[in-house]
């Protein structure tokens, strides 16, 4: 069972000063974006060099890279775009086996007002399938996260998993994200127990409140049935990284975050 640290909202103001961070708080793996390794408005960058060196970074302070964060767009119905996203994709895929990771943190997209609702599961779907060749060819897994408003319902999620029918496409759960798009406990329990069936990669985040009055708290401070979504993992087999992500703001938030997933995460059953 590992635990790791999202670069994001973390400790340090590089690269090298986040890692370590993780191996100083004693977290096992990060989740890094992927503007940790990739300059995309540099033309002349080289961004497999820098992954590799990257990759030693994080073995030298004994932190492995556990997941690669895409920050794709596959929300779009143009030809073109559409080309360019899945191109792209495949070289995020071939950086990530560099880091020494298989798997993805997929985005579905932020066009929303580009693309008629009634066609975003197609539109996502059209993304996902067109990587699954070379997903299956480098034996590298895809999570479709629950983050902004499109994505952010587990049943959607199913639904353009369906229509990708692939195990290499699956989901990242965030514990908050569906709380802080406005659904209900109980419902945000309900879509634990769908994304955990198709899960690959997680965040444990916690907090209070929905959209203008979302708070982020510490792991085990919040509202959220942090335990629920663990058991429902656990039943699905989920061997992935168990990855704390927090939105607060005090100093020691992820240290008490990875205190508490150390704590809690092994006993809940």
Not at 58 to 65: H, K, L, P, S, T
Not at 82 to 111: H, P, S, Y
Not at 134 to 157: P, R
Request: aromatic content about 10%; overall charge negative; charged content about 25%.
């Amino acid at each position: 069972m590992r635990f790791g640290l999202i670069h994001y909202n973390a400790p340090g103001d590089t690269l090298e000063a986040f890692l370590d961070y993780a191996a100083q708080t004693g977290f096992d793996a990060v989740e890094l974006q992927i503007g940790d390794v990739w300059d995309e408005r540099n033309p002349d960058d080289d961004p497999e060099a820098r992954a590799v060196a990257v990759r030693q970074m994080a073995e030298d302070r004994g932190v492995a890279i556990g997941a690669l964060a895409a920050s794709n767009d596959f929300l779009t119905l143009d030809p073109e775009e559409i080309t360019f996203q899945v191109a792209r994709m495949k070289r995020v895929c071939g950086l990530a086996k560099l880091l020494g990771t298989d798997i993805i943190r997929a985005e579905g997209g932020w066009q929303a007002e580009k693309v008629p609702e009634d066609r975003w599961a197609d539109a996502l779907a059209n993304c996902f399938r067109a990587c699954v060749p070379f997903l299956e060819e480098m034996e590298i897994c895809l999570g479709l996260d629950n983050h902004g408003k499109v994505t952010n319902d587990a049943y959607f999620q199913m639904l353009v998993l369906g229509l990708v029918g692939s195990k290499w496409v699956g989901t990242t759960m965030n514990t908050m994200n569906y709380r802080w798009m406005g659904y209900s406990l109980d419902r945000c329990n309900r879509f634990y127990e769908l994304s955990a069936k198709r899960c690959v990669h997680l965040h444990l985040k916690d907090g209070t409140g929905s959209l203008g009055n979302y708070r982020g708290e510490a792991l085990g401070d919040g509202e959220i049935d942090l335990a629920h979504a663990i058991r429902e993992l656990k039943a699905a087999g989920y061997d992935g990284l168990w990855c704390c992500e927090y939105e607060g703001h005090d100093a020691d938030g992820y240290a008490r975050c990875l205190a508490w997933a150390k704590a809690n995460v092994p006993t809940i059953k």
